[in-house]
Nanobody, 122 residues
């Protein structure tokens, strides 16, 4: 599976942004998909994950209620809708694919996208 993340950019506090992650290769719907982020000087952080069909989602407490993960298996794409953005959301955002439930354990995600930078100014 090859993953290509896109949609990052520079926005202001309170703005919204939608990230996309397009997958190619083996059956997209066979993978749990996740979003992680890494801010400058910090460790990679779990953001959200979604199951094969999109019926189950899990979120980090830091973004719960502001971010929404979704997927369109017909388009082989997973999304991260980010609302009410804050400066502390500034990071490179990565999408990842796991053959099973991996939640926040990034070592269980087999495939990673290249990352897309989100910058939130105050």
């Amino acid at each position: 599976v090859q993953l290509q993340a896109s949609g990052g950019g520079m926005v202001q506090t309170g703005d919204s942004l939608r990230l996309s992650c397009a997958a190619s290769g083996r059956a997209f719907s066979s993978y749990w998909m996740g979003w992680f982020r890494q801010a400058p000087g910090k460790e990679r952080e779990f953001v959200a994950t979604i199951n094969f069909s999109g019926s189950s989602t899990y979120y980090s407490d830091s973004i719960k209620g502001r971010f929404t993960i979704s997927r369109d298996n017909a388009k082989n794409t997973v999304y991260l809708l980010m609302d009410s953005l804050k400066p502390e959301d500034t990071a490179v955002y990565y999408c990842a694919a796991s053959p099973g439930f991996a939640y926040r354990d990034f070592s269980k995600y087999m495939y990673w996208g290249q990352g897309t930078l989100v910058t939130v100014s105050s």
